[in-house]
T-cell receptor
Framework: KAGVTQTPRYLIKTRGQQVTLSCSPI?????VSWYQQTPGQGLQFLFE???????NKGNFPGRFSGRQFSNSRSEMNVSTLELGDSALYLC???????????????FGPGTRLLVL | KNQVEQSPQSLIILEGKNCTLQ??????????LRWYKQDTGRGPVSLTI???SENTKSNGRYTATLDADTKQSSLHITASQLSDSASYIC????????????WGAGTKLIIKP
């Protein structure tokens, strides 16, 4: 069974540009969550999608948005990039995303974004 | 405020030795606690998940303990190997309206030959 895949793996952009990152979950998984990880910081939750609907949202500005398609693939978009957006962006998938029931999340390798 | 704190921040041990990583949390109401291993430049991989009623869970050479009364967890690694070099992250799930996961900053473990 293929794992979670993320594209691209590396990306360099300049301030003010926008970027779109893609995540393909494990086959059969319907929940996709996005996280930002910066050096020295824990993972910061961005949002979770389930059945094409945003179910949870973290404390990030509106420049960060996402969507999920009918095949559960998800995209994340960041507009008007800032230097502080440089980070590793991780996507995680799970069957239904019910974290309270101890469901395991499976992470992709991440997309490393550098904003110059 | 829901928080997860891990100690130590970093740890260096010799190959073959044991070590214990700590996690204290103030998440309430508590749902479950997870330990993840994250190799440099890669996504985290789940090691264990424990609910309120579980106080020990093992995954090979990794053993996690949970004391829900003191809100503490530990991850014990036995007979360390070079491949254990990674960051170990403690994550607590709150039984709140968002069911979000609260992530610790991690402990960076380095195993030296």
């Amino acid at each position: 069974k293929a794992g979670v895949t993320q594209t691209p793996r590396y990306l360099i952009k300049t301030r003010g540009q926008q970027v779109t990152l893609s995540c393909s979950p494990i086959s059969g998984h319907r929940s996709v969550s996005w996280y930002q990880q910066t050096p020295g910081q824990g993972l910061q939750f961005l949002f979770e999608y389930f059945s094409e609907t945003q179910r949870n949202k973290g404390n990030f500005p509106g420049r960060f948005s996402g969507r999920q398609f009918s095949n559960s693939r998800s995209e994340m978009n960041v507009s008007t990039l800032e230097l502080g957006d440089s980070a590793l962006y991780l996507c995680a998938s799970s069957l239904v995303g019910v974290t309270t029931k101890g469901e395991t999340q499976y992470f992709g390798p991440g997309t490393r974004l550098l904003v110059l | 405020k829901n928080q997860v704190e891990q100690s130590p921040q970093s740890l260096i041990i010799l190959e073959g030795k044991n070590c214990t990583l700590q996690c204290n949390y103030t998440v309430s109401p508590f749902s479950n606690l997870r330990w993840y291993k994250q190799d440099t430049g890669r996504g985290p991989v789940s090691l264990t998940i424990m609910t309120f009623s579980e106080n020990t869970k093992s995954n090979g050479r990794y053993t996690a303990t949970l004391d829900a009364d003191t809100k503490q967890s530990s991850l014990h690694i036995t007979a360390s190997q070079l491949s254990d070099s990674a960051s170990y992250i403690c994550v607590v799930s709150a039984r709140d309206s968002n069911y979000q996961l609260i992530w610790g900053a991690g402990t960076k473990l380095i195993i030296k030959p």
